[in-house]
Every structure is written in structure tokens, then in C-alpha cells.
């Protein structure tokens, strides 16, 4: 027959070819035992508020409900009839989000938003261990999972925790990562290994082992709004500007943030770049910045068209940005202020990129005209060669440290790694990030290329030539 409540919580159960399928309505108030007839047997309103979670023992004998109410009951596998409640009155002091079976039925796992899981003895309705997580909001624990000896659980930050039985107190390992979508990224080496820092929409900054894919994030607290740009300068320092209008300097040595190295800026930053000598250049809201050790020293005000992107020559004398009027202006650093030389080179369209290679001889300039062109700096700047192949607008260039190759990332959800003498030879990585469009990508080393996505994702590639 039809239910005509909303169903929260379900799991079907097959036992000798008779479906049973158990389903809770939202307010915890139904609760369904039902066969494959869908033909309601009994209703059980134990629960006060939402139902979150319903699981059968593996061996089919019993099954658990859980509860926004912080309760967890056990019920017969096959009359349905209630056993117990877990913890008498409360199993938790929060809502429970999840729970699941130890493989032999006789434990239970659960997930709390009391920021604990617990692992409960049903036979003797009892708690074996209480992992606690954390003291802030997001670790609260959403989702937990036992398969075989391995215990888990994972918290709203999104990172995975492998509880250890042995040591409540301290997860065996955590994985760490972005659960919002990451819009920029970088590269350095420290201590002999190659390290990759990414930024996302949240104000997080990851960073990775380039080797074994182990990550962690900075210790403190960072930047409260989306990290738009990021990158290293020669004092191995990770410098980051966000739309919560600063540009913070953090050692990749120590990775952790210092309310020493933050510069207040009057507008929003879209994107910093850095020069030799403790120079920085950001460019904000109608406003270009100049930094020199940590302090602002020097700025362009409505300086005629928006700026949207920058880049410092490797010489450290020249500053390269691209504007959204297809044009990209050429300053000079001169001690602590920028002078604008006056020069104009021009792009098929709005200017989304620019990126000098590492030997300083070509600037890349990329836009949303799906064009790429480079230019060549000995030559007074005078344009190389053109670059066509992406289906939407190119968002990002990174050069390769061989300065004879190049990759761009679009909206297309390509990347293409280019040959600056030939713009036909050229590899192309279709679907590079399925779910969401390319947005940064940085070199490990000649043949190894880093992306990410607004899918949160970070992903390493061999390019073979």
C-alpha cells in the first residue's frame, strides 16, 4: 500500500529472497518495518525527533536505529519488537548522524554531533570506547563506517579520522582535504621534497606530498575568505592573497600562520606575484600594490582599466598586468614605486592569465577568447607565436622548468601542454577534471604536471613528450 509520509532513513534487508525494508519518516514518529510488498507491518515512534541512520547486523538478527534525539535502539532482526536503548536514556549528547555494524554483531560504531564516536558492546548494552574528536564546530562527527579491523569515522571538516582502538584519544591517521572547491595552487621544495599548497573557496591552504599524496594543513588561524592566488618567494615563504582583503606571508618551514605576516589592504586582492628583493605585487579592485618586505609601499589608484592578473619577470625589474580591456602594461620597480613604461601588448580578449617563463625570455598571455599568446621579451616584447585549441575560456598558463613547454588549463575542463616553437605540437588532456573546470596548475618538474579544480580536487600528471 502507498506511505504517505516522507521517509528520512532506510535499508533494505534480503533474507532467503524476502525483501524487508525498513524506513523512518522525518520526525522519528513512523517508523516502518515493511516486506517486498511494501505493505506497512508495524509502526514504531520510539524515536522524538528526526530519524538519521538504520542498520541491519550483518547476521540479519538485529537491527539499529539512530536518532537526532541522541538515542540509538536495537530491535529484533525479524518481529521487529525493541531489545534496548542504547545508554539507557541518551547514547550521546548530540544528534547521531550514522552508525554502523562491527562485522561479527555484536559491536556498534556511532557518530555524534557531540563531536565523539563510540564504540558500543549490544549484548550488554554497554560503551566499550569513546573516541573524543575535537572541541570545535567542525568536529562534529557525520558519517562512520567499521570494515573488518578498520574503524572510521568522518567529521564535518570533511577530513576522515582511522580511530584506534587501542588510543581512543588519537586517530591512527587523518586525511586531510578540501571540501569546497579549490581555485588556486603552488609549488616548492623544502627539505629535499617537492610540496604542493592548494587554496580553496573556504579560505583553507592544504599542503601535499608530491610523493605520497600525505597532506596536512597550517596550524592557527588563516584567511577567513576565498585564497584567489598564491606563491613562493625566494626566502621560502608561501605568500597568499584572499578576498578577505589581505596578503599573508607564511614559512613553509614552520606552516603556521603568524598574525606577524598579514598586510591589511584597503581593497579586495585577486592576485600577487613576487620578484626578487622582498618584492610583491598585488593587484586588487581597481588598484595595483606594491610590497616590499611585508609593507605596502607604493599604489596605483584607478589607474585607467581594471586589472585583473600580474606577473614579476624573474629580473625582478618588470611587472607584467593583464587587464579585463584585452591589454596587458608593462611597469617598472624603481626602489619603492612602479612606473609604468608605457608599453601596450595586446590579447584577442580579456586577459584572465600572464605568466613569464622561468628564464625570462617569453610572457605568456592567456584570455577568454580561448587564445594564447606569447611574447618575446629580447625582442622588445614583439608577439612569438599564437596558441588555439581550447573550446572555452583559458583561466590559468604555468610554464615548464625545460622554458620550451608551457600548459594552459579552460573552462573546457582541458589542459593543453604546448610547444613554444610549434603551436601544433602539443598534448592534450581531455575531461582533466570531469566534474568542474581547470583552476590552477603548477610543474613539479619537467614531466610532472599538478592541476586542480573547483571539484576540490588535486591531481598529478606524467606529460611524455
Not at 509502526?43 to 538485529?62: A, E, K, L
Not at 564535518?156 to 569546497?180: A, E, F, M, Q, T
Not at 573546457?412 to 590552477?440: C, F, G, N
Request: negative net charge; proline residues 3%.
Amino acid at each position: 500500500m502507498p506511505y504517505d509520509k516522507k521517509v528520512f532513513a532506510s535499508l533494505p534487508q534480503v533474507e532467503r529472497g524476502v525483501s524487508k525494508i525498513i524506513g523512518g519518516d522525518p520526525k522519528g514518529n513512523n517508523f516502518l518495518y515493511t516486506n517486498g510488498k511494501c505493505v506497512i507491518l508495524r509502526n514504531i515512534d520510539d524515536h522524538s525527533r528526526f530519524v538519521n541512520c538504520v542498520r541491519f547486523s550483518p547476521d540479519g538478527n538485529r537491527f539499529a536505529t539512530a536518532s537526532a534525539d541522541g538515542q540509538i535502539y536495537i530491535y529484533d532482526g525479524k518481529t521487529g519488537e525493541k531489545v534496548c536503548a542504547l545508554g539507557g536514556s541518551k547514547a550521546h549528547d548530540g544528534g547521531i548522524y550514522a552508525i554502523s555494524w562491527s562485522p561479527d554483531s555484536t559491536h556498534l560504531l556511532s557518530a555524534s554531533g557531540d563531536k565523539t564516536s563510540k564504540i558500543w558492546d549490544v549484548n550488554v548494552n554497554s560503551v566499550v570506547s569513546t573516541f573524543p574528536m575535537g572541541s570545535t564546530v567542525l568536529d562534529q562527527q557525520l558519517g562512520c563506517l567499521w570494515q573488518k579491523d578498520h574503524l572510521l569515522s568522518v567529521s564535518l571538516s570533511g577530513y576522515i579520522n582511522y580511530l584506534d582502538r587501542n588510543n581512543p584519544s588519537k586517530p591512527l591517521r587523518v586525511i586531510k582535504g578540501h571540501s569546497k572547491s579549490i581555485q588556486c595552487l603552488t609549488v616548492h621544495k623544502n627539505g629535499g621534497k617537492s610540496y604542493i599548497y592548494s587554496g580553496s573557496h573556504d579560505g583553507h591552504i592544504n599542503y601535499w606530498d608530491s610523493e605520497t599524496g600525505e597532506n596536512d594543513s597550517f596550524a592557527g588561524k588563516g584567511h577567513t575568505n576565498q585564497v584567489s592566488r598564491m606563491t613562493v618567494d625566494e626566502s621560502g615563504q608561501l605568500i597568499s592573497c584572499s578576498m578577505d582583503d589581505t596578503v599573508r606571508y607564511t614559512s613553509l618551514t614552520l606552516r603556521d600562520y603568524s598574525g606577524q605576516g598579514v598586510v591589511k589592504l584597503d581593497v579586495q586582492p585577486k592576485c600577487v606575484a613576487v620578484g626578487p628583493g622582498g618584492y610583491a605585487v598585488v593587484v586588487c579592485i581597481g588598484q595595483i600594490v606594491l610590497l616590499k618586505d611585508q609593507r605596502k609601499c607604493f599604489s596605483i589608484d584607478n589607474p585607467g582599466y581594471e586589472p585583473e592578473v600580474v606577473a614579476v619577470h624573474p629580473g625582478g625589474d618588470t611587472v607584467a598586468v593583464g587587464g579585463a580591456d584585452g591589454n596587458v602594461r608593462l611597469y617598472s620597480i624603481l626602489g619603492t614605486t612602479l612606473k609604468d613604461e608605457g608599453k601596450l601588448l595586446e590579447a584577442k580578449g580579456p586577459v584572465t592569465d600572464v605568466a613569464y617563463s622561468h628564464d625570462g625570455a617569453f610572457l605568456a598571455v592567456c584570455d577568454a577568447s580561448k587564445v594564447v599568446t606569447v611574447f618575446s621579451v629580447a625582442d622588445g616584447y614583439s608577439e612569438n607565436n599564437v596558441f588555439y585549441g581550447h573550446h572555452a575560456k583559458i583561466v590559468c598558463l604555468a610554464w615548464s622548468p625545460d622554458n620550451e613547454h608551457f600548459a594552459s588549463g579552460g573552462m573546457d575542463m582541458m589542459v593543453y601542454v604546448w610547444t613554444l616553437s610549434d603551436p601544433e605540437t602539443r598534448v592534450k588532456i581531455q575531461d582533466a577534471h570531469r566534474l568542474h573546470h581547470v583552476s590552477s596548475l603548477a610543474w613539479l618538474d619537467e614531466h610532472t604536471l599538478v592541476t586542480t579544480s573547483h571539484d576540490a580536487s588535486v591531481k598529478e600528471w606524467t606529460i611524455t613528450y
